[in-house]
């Protein structure tokens, strides 16, 4: 770095924590030549390596996202400051831009099941789920669900770089300076402005292998803002087109990103998180089975805003950053527990951006769930995974059946509103009858996955509730 050059914000907090280049590289186990493209913004950290900086820089990965989204724009020269014409015109330009972009995101009938729909026939129909509402390739979604430890996760070493998803400026609107948005979280930072947005270390999925007694799950690390860049950006192409054709499909010319991915299954293609979906069931010994669904607040969640989920259903997610956790952390059960704490008991979001260990096997409420579950009150079973049509995003599709009176005691505290919506409820009652003509009634407002979900689980109810 020359006399009087200007410090980047990573550099300036490398510098802060007392670490040269040299060190910090050492410490990371990469080149001094990287750490000095970071910190000039010409490179950004792959997802793996995020964790470890983090730890290093003593900052949270939502604090180290923003260090990097600063660093990219420090040496990027402003705008053309000419006469008052030119500076008038470009800022022109750039709230035509964004407002066109935002009418496209925020489009009349967006919000409902409608454009999934449509994105499904896009494919032939051996590659739709029974229904027609979801995307299941070649083994991917099971005859019948099986016992959630026959799903094996292999964890995987291998660094495989994402998949590169372009042309994406049609997708992206102008920032404030002139310059298109480098990915699409960062526009909707700036311009939808959700409460809940923040990059946090995900679970990548790498490769799914069918066994003759479950499936095998093959995983790396991701971040949430490159899967939700690719998610969106797809899903924001196929409205543009969508709004282009008088709202109706498009064809497949019209959708440059959709069309270069080609096998939407394939994990090389298409950088997936397959994040998981759990319908809950309170097993009643009179057969007055029930179940919770959520809805999501569209003010709070930056997608998936005004429809109606199963639930507990989030992302595949480290509750650390110690490495070491990472690692362990690459459980289901461990992450439908977290998601159990979080969305109907209220507890705070073991959101992975610090180093602190959560010990599944004593903290409440994870132990007294494990106990319900040992004692065989609390089963969980799996379907597999499949594709939302619209942003072509992987989810698993899993179920919790609760004994009542264990469901009661578990959530004796639960809350009818959390960070990321509220329980849907019926005549004061938080819970829905588990019948067909209940789910007949609420199809209108339940998300493609869901609704796909609550089918094949009545379905299948005499093996999910008779054990």
């Not at 979801?134 to 005859?143: F, Q």
């Not at 007294?368 to 609390?378: L, Y």
Request: hydrophobic content about 35%; proline content about 7%.
């Amino acid at each position: 770095m020359g006399v009087g050059e200007a410090v980047s914000p990573l550099a300036a907090r490398r510098l802060a924590v007392g670490h040269t280049q040299e060190a910090l590289a050492e410490l990371l186990g990469v080149a001094v030549s990287t750490v000095g493209r970071w910190e000039r913004g010409t490179q950004t950290p792959q997802p793996w390596q995020r964790a470890d900086l983090a730890n290093n820089l003593k900052i949270t990965l939502v604090e180290l996202d923003t260090l990097l989204d600063h660093t990219t724009g420090h040496d990027q020269a402003p705008p053309s400051t000419g006469g008052p014409a030119d500076r008038a015109a470009i800022a022109t330009t750039v709230r035509d831009s964004q407002r066109a972009w935002l009418r496209v995101r925020q489009a009349p009938g967006v919000r409902g099941r409608e454009l999934t729909e449509l994105a499904a026939w896009l494919y032939p129909q051996p590659q739709r789920a029974p229904g027609g509402h979801v995307l299941a390739g070649p083994g991917w979604l099971l005859d019948q669900p099986i016992d959630l430890d026959a799903v094996h996760l292999t964890w995987s070493q291998a660094h495989t770089p994402p998949p590169p998803l372009h042309p994406v400026d049609h997708v992206l609107p102008l920032t404030d300076r002139g310059q298109r948005y480098r990915g699409y979280s960062r526009a909707v930072r700036d311009l939808v402005r959700p409460r809940l947005l923040e990059n946090r270390l995900s679970y990548r999925l790498l490769n799914l292998t069918p066994t003759t007694i479950g499936l095998t799950l093959t995983l790396g690390t991701t971040t949430f803002f490159e899967v939700f860049d690719v998610k969106q950006a797809i899903a924001h192409e196929f409205k543009a087109a969508w709004l282009a054709n008088h709202r109706t499909t498009p064809s497949w010319d019209t959708l440059p990103l959709r069309a270069m991915l080609g096998d939407p299954f394939d994990p090389h293609q298409l950088l997936m998180s397959p994040g998981i979906s759990t319908l809950t069931i309170r097993r009643d010994p009179h057969g007055d089975h029930q179940f919770v669904l959520h809805e999501r607040d569209g003010g709070k969640v930056a997608d998936g805003g005004g429809l109606c989920h199963v639930t507990p259903a989030g992302e595949f997610q480290p509750s650390s950053l110690n490495p070491t956790e990472v690692r362990n952390d690459c459980c289901l059960w461990r992450n439908i527990m977290r998601e159990f704490s979080e969305e109907l008991l209220g507890n705070p979001e073991h959101d992975g951006s610090s180093a602190r260990t959560i010990d599944h096997t004593t903290e409440e409420p994870f132990r007294s769930f494990n106990q319900a579950r040992s004692q065989g009150r609390f089963r969980l079973w799996h379907y597999g995974l499949v594709l939302e049509p619209l942003e072509l995003g992987a989810v698993q599709l899993t179920v919790a059946v609760i004994d009542a009176d264990t469901f009661d005691h578990l959530f004796a505290n639960m809350v009818d509103t959390n960070d990321e919506g509220h329980i849907v409820s019926r005549t004061g009652h938080t819970h829905m009858p588990f019948t067909d003509d209940a789910i007949d009634r609420l199809d209108p407002r339940l998300s493609a996955s869901a609704l796909t979900l609550l089918r094949l689980a009545r379905r299948d109810h005499h093996l999910l509730l008779d054990n």
